[in-house]
């Protein structure tokens, strides 16, 4: 004869089975439900003039979730100069990947005749500019130009990035040298003050939004620039270095328009790297 102990065993597997099988229907009816909603959720994100699109769309639980970028890319917007506005001064080397990683910080390292300059660039906080800088630095787009630009009055910055400013002597035509693309601007300093303090590695642009290219400034001395141009990084080490070259002066070529003037005391990137991103 069965005992009443095991009567009850029984009687409670059965319990525990029925429970079981309700709470299993109730989760099947919840994940369509969910899956109803979400369905047709579009999410669009603005963020500091460049678009990354995040589309989420629900189902079924066991599922992985779809996107429309890698896990940790962002889609970025690089935009090809017409042939015809395309003076000498412009070097084409192409493209960057429209997708790029927002993750990772990375080393710039420039060196210069003078000694290393380097700088960290955190990926997350300018994923286009970073990677586009990257690219430009893979295709040796900075090496062997100069540094054309010296301001010391007002703004304290040194203005390198033009592919065209290279040789002996200057040419009118310094500064008006970048890559055959613009891009928007990102990680603008709108909530600082000073926006551009000392030590900041920022890009420069024609004052247009979207004209960002390969021309960049270190900030030796707090700047009271507009927040309109893109914070890129941070100095690490060299910033003496600028310092002194300050301290030479500049000729003034500059003085009756964007103000300030080729450096007296010459900087010529040998080479400009940037590394791979890390965390």
Not at 78 to 89: I, V
Request: charged share 20%; with cysteine.
């Amino acid at each position: 004869m069965t005992s009443t102990r095991e009567r009850q065993r029984a009687a409670a597997r059965a319990r525990l089975e029925k429970e079981m099988a309700e709470r299993a229907g109730k989760a099947r009816k919840r994940r369509q439900t969910q899956a109803i909603i979400s369905a047709g959720a579009v999410l669009v994100l603005v963020v500091a003039g460049t678009v990354w699109l995040a589309v989420t769309l629900g189902g079924d639980d066991d599922k992985p979730a779809t996107n429309t970028a890698a896990a940790g890319a962002s889609e970025c917007v690089y935009n090809a100069l017409p042939t015809d506005q395309r003076p000498p001064q412009i070097k084409d080397v192409g493209l960057p990947s429209n997708q790029q990683s927002g993750t990772g910080v990375q080393t710039m390292t420039i060196d210069t005749n003078l000694g290393p300059i380097t700088a960290k660039v955190d990926r997350s906080l300018v994923p286009c500019t970073a990677g586009s800088f990257s690219y430009l630095a893979e295709k040796n787009f900075f090496d062997n130009t100069k540094c054309h630009r010296l301001v010391t009055e007002g703004i304290k910055v040194l203005q390198c990035g033009d592919p065209s400013a290279t040789g002996n002597g200057w040419r009118d035509t310094d500064g008006q040298g970048g890559p055959s693309y613009r891009l928007p601007e990102e990680n603008l300093p709108t909530d600082k003050r000073p926006p551009y303090p000392e030590g900041v590695i920022a890009m420069a642009n024609s004052g247009q939004p979207g004209s960002t290219g390969s021309q960049f400034f270190i900030v030796y001395g707090d700047s009271p620039l507009d927040p309109a141009y893109t914070v890129l990084g941070t100095i690490t080490g060299g910033l003496d270095i600028v310092k002194d070259v300050a301290k030479a002066g500049d000729d003034g070529a500059f003085a009756q328009q964007a103000g300030g003037g080729h450096p007296k005391k010459e900087v010529i990137i040998k080479d400009l790297a940037m590394s791979a991103p890390q965390g």
